[in-house]
Nanobody, 119 residues
């Protein structure tokens, strides 16, 4: 099973930018579709973005389209989340997740990293 560790969270002002990283170990990420999710206080975890194993396809929640990108570097076994034009409502714990190519659900999760956007 792949192990995932997120980093890069922190405090940023509204309108600013932040980049998250998700480093994998135990397996090569080239066999996995990857995703980012977030959970705000008192709310359910929600999908943010995903990228196919090859990097050829990306998907974004409507709330972040045009603001976030999800590049990956399989050689570095890392996936990223680039966040621009941040809003206070984006404050949440952000989680990285991995889904084996043939699976229908994300089976491996990181511990999460806190992103706080101040107004």
């Amino acid at each position: 099973q792949v192990q995932l560790v997120e980093s890069g969270g922190g405090l940023v002002q509204a309108g600013g930018s932040l980049g998250l990283s998700c480093a994998a170990s135990g397996r090569t990420l080239s066999g996995y579709n990857m995703g980012w999710f977030r959970q705000a206080p008192g709310k359910e975890r929600e999908f943010v973005a995903s990228i196919s194993w090859s990097g050829g396809s990306t998907y974004y929640a409507d709330s972040v389209k045009g603001r976030f990108t999800i590049p990956r570097d399989n050689a570095k076994n890392t996936v990223y989340l680039r966040m621009n034009s941040l809003k206070p409502e984006y404050t949440a714990v952000y989680y990285c997740a991995a889904r084996i190519r043939t699976a229908t659900t994300f089976g491996s999760w990181g511990q999460g990293t806190q992103v706080t956007v101040s107004s």
